[in-house]
């Protein structure tokens, strides 16, 4: 039989074990970290995706293959006929007036995928954010038969709007006063000493500073403080991760304090999301910011859609956040869109939670 004092330590001894024990339980973080394959680990860009409210309803009877359907064809820009257009790209700004314009590439379904090589550029309205968006023809129809790809769009600080293009054409800006247009070719941008510098996939925005900055498709960064046009001069080559190929249509800008990139892999059809707090330096991959095949495009009921391939990311902005992303999608592989056989490209808008993207990343350590 034990002493008293002895069932007195026995019971301490117990009770301590069991509150330690129910300590770890409860903060498996305090035990083991994400990066050392935690339970728990830290979320990237593709689980702020949220479930597409549709502005119409799910069909089957309507075009593409069956791995994009049923779905809505009243999201977003599409040619619901599949029988005139095939859209690329896709920037959303919205209006004074609360209407919603997108500006986007169209080329001719009946020359299948590669038609985009003369896509013009084009303007589309719509009264809600998730479409459906209106086509309302090229932006700049009497210049350069309308032609514009890689097609990109942004509020300027003097009040006016751009439009830039880059690609099949050099990048060059458009401007109005007014959405709706008309639209005045303002020049061409250029970069500080490098007269043979091509531009494609250009994606740019105005900084927090006032400055503009533009990345492109290699991943180098350029910054202007003499406007839109530039001169600009480049602050880096490729700020891409290493290891990853092929990656092409980066998506810049900034929010929560930080600088981001969604960049898309085209032969793994996976993009990846990168940070940086000054928007030149130390840029970090926080992980996979989407992939087709996995259940970003879902709809209330439970339906997904799983497109080919998404690419041309471009973020809309509300109350400094992103509250959505563009995606230009087609429904098989590009080679088999030959035109005429009901497949083709469209834009989509699918709902973000940027606001706890950026309340998260701000609580996460750096990496």
């Known amino acids: 039989m034990a002493f008293p004092n002895q069932r007195n330590m026995n019971k301490v001894l117990t009770a301590c074990f069991i509150s330690g024990l129910l300590t770890l339980l409860t903060f498996p973080a305090f035990a083991q970290s994400p990066e050392a394959g935690s339970a728990t680990p830290q979320k990237t860009f593709i689980n702020y995706f949220l479930p597409t409210q549709p502005p119409g309803v799910l069909s089957s009877n309507v075009w593409g293959a069956t791995n994009v359907l049923p779905r809505d064809p009243q999201n977003g820009l599409e040619d619901t006929t599949m029988k005139q257009y095939c859209y690329w790209d896709g920037q959303i700004i919205k209006a004074p007036d609360g209407k919603y314009h997108m500006f986007a590439s169209r080329w001719a379904e009946a020359r299948g995928h590669n038609g985009w090589f003369g896509s013009v550029a084009v303007h589309a309205v719509s009264d809600s954010l998730m479409g459906p968006y209106v086509d309302q023809g090229p932006c700049w129809p009497n210049e350069a038969g309308g032609r514009g790809h890689n097609v990109g769009a942004l509020a300027l600080p003097d009040g006016r709007y751009a439009i830039y293009i880059s690609e099949t054409r ?4 458009h401007v109005s006063k007014s959405l709706d247009g008309p639209w005045e ?21 105005v900084r927090p500073d006032g400055k503009f900055e533009f990345t492109q498709r290699d991943g180098s960064i350029f910054t202007s403080d003499k406007g839109i046009l530039g001169p600009y001069k480049r602050q880096s080559n490729s700020v891409y991760p290493k290891g990853i190929p092929n990656l092409e249509d980066p998506c810049i800008w900034y929010s929560g304090g930080l600088y981001h990139i969604v960049v898309n892999s085209w032969s793994t059809r996976k993009a990846h999301h990168l940070t940086s707090r000054d928007g030149i330096h130390d840029w970090t991959n926080r992980g996979i910011a989407y992939d087709p095949s996995e259940s970003m495009v879902r709809y209330p009921d439970g339906a997904l859609n799983h497109w080919n391939k998404a690419e041309r990311p471009s973020v809309y902005i509300e109350n400094g ?7 230009a999608v087609i429904d098989v592989e590009k080679e088999q869109d030959k035109g005429g056989d009901g497949h083709g490209s469209k834009v989509i808008v699918i709902p973000f939670d940027g606001e706890a993207l950026d309340r998260d990343r701000q609580q996460m350590p750096p990496r």
């Open 321 to 327: 956040h992103v509250a959505a992303l563009t995606l």
């Open 185 to 205: 070719h303002l020049g061409t941008v250029t970069v500080q000493d490098e007269p043979k510098w091509h531009a494609s996939n250009v994606s740019l925005m």
């Open 170 to 173: 050099p990048c060059e800006v």
